[in-house]
C-alpha cells in the first residue's frame, strides 16, 4: 500500500511538473532521427542553444529518417501540448504539411530546420514558415570545387566523378550541382564525366569510383555528395593505387571523415555545423516571438576541413565541428 | 489462483469467459490497454482529450489495417511478411496513375487495393500450388513489391495528389479523421466476418487442423488464396490511406510495418500457430501499441525506449497466453 501511495505520489508530482511547463510555453522540436552523429550534434545545439536562452523546450525524433508516417504522428502528439513554437526537420516536403496547417491555425509558430519544406509546396498548402534555416548545400558544393582548384590550379585538365545522394533527393542535388556548377567556372579543364547517385551508400560508392576508375584511369578527382561516399570512394582509389592521382571531397564533416583527412586519405570534407544550426534555430525562433524581424531564409556556414586545418586548429568555428 | 478448485468459478475468471464468449477478447488485454490509458492520463495532462485519442486513432489506422489482414492469415496458419512492401507498392501505384498518368482519383483509389490484391494473389498461388513455404513466399514479395515500387517511381517521391486522394487520409467529416473510419469501418466489417460467418470459421479450422478441415470438406487450397489475396488487399488500402496522409506516393512506405502489424495481432491474443484469432482482440492490440507509444510521445521519452517498451510488451503478452494456456491444462 505504500508503495502504491508512492507511485501515485510520484506521477502526481511528474504531472504538476509537465503542467507547470505548459504555462511558459515550450519550444517544440521534432527531428528526423537521433541515430546518427549529424543530427545528435544538431541536437546538442538545441539543448544547449535553449539553455542559453532560458526556454524550456522538448525534442522528439522518429525512428530513423524514412519513417514519413511515425513523424507526421509525432507532429500530432506534439500539437497537444501547444508549444509557442515548432521547430521541425522535415523527413520530406510532404509528410507533415497537415499537422504544420494544423499548427498554424493554433498560431503556433513554424521554423523549417536544415531547409527540408519545399517553398513551392508550402505556398500551395499555405503554410507560413516563420523561417528557413540550414546549409547553403549550393555553396557547400562550391566551396568543393573551389578547394580542388585550390589544389590543383586553374588550369588543371582531367575528368572528375560526382557522386550524388539519392535520386531525387533534394539536398545530394543541390551540392552536386554547386560543386559542378563552380568547377565549370573556375577550371574548365576539369570536366565532369559522370554524375552518379551513390544513394547515400559506402559501397555503393565504393563501386561507383571503381567503375569510373577502369573507364578513366586518368581521373583527377571525385566529389561525393556526402561523408560516407567519400570514404566508400577513398577505399576504391587506394584499392587501385591511386591515392597520389586522385583528390577526395565529401560533404559533413563528421567524425569518420575527420579521422581519414587526419590520416592523409581523404583529402577534404566541407563541414556543415548542425551544432550552430540548431543553436541558431532555437536563439532565432525566440527572436521571432519576441517580435523581432527574423529573415526568412538563415544560411549557417560551412567550412572546408583539411589536413592542414584540422592540423592548425586555429580555425574559430572548428570549436562547432562535433 | 493456481489449483484453486472451487465449485463456482472466481469473478476474474467468469469475467474472462464473458469477453471470451461475447467479444472475443481476452481480459488480460483489455486490462492492460486500460491500465495503460490510466496511466497515461495520470503521467500527461495532454492525454485525455478528444483529439489526443483521435490522434492515437489516426496513427493506429495504417498499422491496425495490416494488422486485419495479419490477424486472418495468422489464424489460418499462414504468415505474410510482404505487406510493408505491398503497402508501399500500392501507395506508390496510386499515385503515379493519378499524377503521371492522370487516371481519375476513384481509379486510381481502386488502383491502391487492385495491387495490393494482385500481389497478395501472387503469394497465395505460389503457397497453394508450387508449394513453396509462405515464410519464403512472402520474404520474396517483401523484396519484389519494395523494388517493384522503387522501379515505378525511379526511387523518388511522388507529390501533388488531387484533393479527392489527399481527401482520404486529410479529411475530416464530422470532426472524425478519415483513416480512423476507415479503419473502424474495415475493423467491424472483418470482425463480424471472421467470427460469425462461414468463412470465418473454415479460416480458423485450417488454422487448427488443416487436415481435419479438409476431411470436412474444406477447399484448403482456394481458402488460402483467398486470404493471402485478402491480406495483400487490405495492404493495399493501408497504402491508400498512408499515401494520402503525407499526400505523396512514398516507395520506402511502411518499411518494418509487416512486423508492428504482426506484433499488434499477436499482443491481441492471435495464436502465432493458427487455430484461433479475432479482430476486436488485434485492434485492442494495435492501440495498446499506440496508446504506449502516444503517451511516451506525450512525455518526450526518446523513441530508442518506445521501441524497447514495445518489444517487452509483446513478450510479455505472449508469457501471459502461455500462462493462461497450462493453467486451463491443468483444470
Not at chain 1, 564525366?193 to 569510373?212: E, F, H, M, Q, Y
Not at chain 1, 590520416?263 to 516571438?289: I, W
Not at chain 2, 500527461?44 to 486513432?57: A, D, Q, T
Request: one cysteine or more.
Amino acid at each position: 500500500m505504500k508503495g502504491l501511495f508512492r507511485a501515485v505520489a510520484l506521477a502526481a508530482m511528474v504531472a504538476g511538473v509537465t503542467a507547470a511547463h505548459a504555462e511558459d510555453r515550450e519550444y517544440g522540436i521534432l527531428m528526423k532521427t537521433l541515430s546518427n552523429p549529424f543530427w545528435g550534434a544538431m541536437g546538442m545545439g538545441v539543448e544547449d542553444g535553449a539553455k542559453e536562452a532560458g526556454v524550456p523546450y522538448f525534442s522528439q525524433a522518429a525512428e530513423s529518417d524514412q519513417a514519413a508516417e511515425p513523424q507526421l504522428n509525432l507532429c500530432n502528439t506534439m500539437l497537444e501540448r501547444n508549444p509557442a513554437v515548432m521547430i521541425t526537420a522535415a523527413i520530406n516536403s510532404t509528410n507533415l504539411l497537415p499537422c504544420l496547417t494544423a499548427a498554424q491555425e493554433k498560431g503556433i509558430k513554424v521554423v523549417d530546420l536544415d531547409g527540408n519544406l519545399d517553398p513551392d509546396v508550402l505556398k500551395q498548402a499555405g503554410v507560413n514558415v516563420t523561417f528557413h534555416i540550414g546549409s547553403d548545400n549550393v555553396a557547400a558544393g562550391g566551396q568543393g570545387a573551389e578547394y580542388l582548384v585550390g589544389k590543383l590550379g586553374k588550369d588543371a585538365k582531367g575528368p572528375v566523378l560526382v557522386i550524388e545522394g539519392l535520386s531525387g533527393n533534394i539536398t545530394g542535388q543541390k551540392r552536386a550541382r554547386g560543386f559542378a556548377d563552380k568547377l565549370k567556372e573556375l577550371a574548365p579543364g576539369l570536366e565532369v564525366v559522370a554524375s552518379l547517385p551513390g544513394d547515400w551508400d559506402r559501397g555503393k560508392a565504393a563501386n561507383i569510383a571503381n567503375d569510373t576508375l577502369t573507364a578513366h584511369p586518368d581521373l583527377v578527382a571525385i566529389f561525393a555528395a556526402n561523408d560516407g561516399m567519400a570514404l566508400g570512394a577513398v577505399e576504391s582509389v587506394y584499392a587501385a593505387g591511386k591515392g597520389d592521382q586522385v583528390t577526395i571531397i565529401g560533404v559533413d564533416g563528421n567524425v569518420d571523415a575527420v579521422k581519414s583527412i587526419k590520416e592523409g586519405r581523404l583529402n577534404a570534407s566541407v563541414a556543415q555545423l548542425p551544432y550552430l544550426v540548431g543553436k541558431q534555430a532555437v536563439e532565432n525562433a525566440k527572436k521571432a516571438l519576441a517580435g523581432e524581424s527574423v529573415p526568412e531564409q538563415i544560411a549557417v556556414p560551412t567550412l572546408v576541413l583539411t589536413k592542414e586545418v584540422l592540423e592548425a586548429g586555429t580555425e574559430p568555428m572548428l570549436q562547432f565541428v562535433k | 489462483m493456481i489449483g484453486e478448485t472451487t465449485v463456482r468459478p472466481g469473478l476474474w475468471t467468469r469475467a474472462q469467459r464473458l469477453t471470451i464468449e461475447r467479444l472475443q477478447i481476452r481480459l488480460e488485454s483489455l486490462v492492460v490497454l486500460i491500465a495503460l490509458s490510466v496511466a497515461m492520463a495520470v503521467l500527461s495532462p495532454y492525454f485525455l482529450s478528444v483529439s489526443n485519442i483521435l490522434n492515437i486513432l489516426l496513427a493506429t489506422s495504417t498499422i491496425g489495417i495490416l494488422a486485419i489482414g495479419a490477424t486472418y492469415v495468422i489464424g489460418s496458419g499462414g504468415l505474410d511478411l510482404s505487406i510493408g512492401s505491398v503497402m508501399g507498392l500500392s501507395g506508390v501505384v496510386g499515385a503515379f496513375a493519378a499524377v503521371n498518368l492522370g487516371v481519375p482519383s476513384p481509379l486510381a483509389l481502386l488502383a491502391c487495393i487492385a495491387a495490393g490484391t494482385a500481389a497478395g494473389a501472387i503469394n497465395g498461388v505460389l503457397v497453394t500450388r508450387a508449394l513453396i513455404p509462405a515464410f519464403i513466399v512472402t520474404l520474396g514479395m517483401l523484396g519484389l513489391a519494395r523494388g517493384f515500387a522503387l522501379v515505378i517511381s525511379d526511387g523518388r517521391v511522388i507529390y501533388g495528389l488531387p484533393p479527392l486522394m489527399v481527401y482520404m487520409g486529410q479529411g475530416r467529416p464530422f470532426g472524425i479523421p478519415m483513416p480512423v473510419i476507415i479503419l473502424v469501418l474495415t475493423a467491424i466489417i472483418a470482425h463480424v466476418v471472421l467470427a460469425y460467418s462461414r468463412f470465418g470459421r473454415h479460416t480458423l479450422a485450417i488454422g487448427d487442423s488443416e487436415g481435419a478441415a479438409r476431411a470436412a470438406g474444406i477447399r484448403v487450397k482456394r481458402l488460402r488464396l483467398t486470404l493471402y489475396a485478402l491480406s495483400g488487399g487490405l495492404a493495399g488500402l493501408a497504402g491508400l490511406v498512408f499515401m494520402a496522409r503525407v499526400n505523396s506516393g512514398d516507395p520506402t512506405a511502411g518499411l518494418n510495418y509487416e512486423l508492428t502489424a504482426i506484433t499488434a495481432a499477436i499482443i491481441g491474443g492471435t495464436n502465432l500457430f493458427g487455430g484461433r484469432a479475432s479482430i476486436l482482440g488485434t485492434m485492442i492490440g494495435a492501440l495498446i501499441m499506440g496508446v504506449l507509444q502516444n503517451g511516451l510521445n506525450l512525455l518526450a521519452v526518446q523513441p530508442f525506449y518506445q521501441q524497447m517498451a514495445i518489444g517487452a510488451v509483446l513478450i510479455l503478452a505472449v508469457y501471459i497466453d502461455q500462462f493462461q494456456a497450462r493453467k486451463d491444462a491443468r483444470v
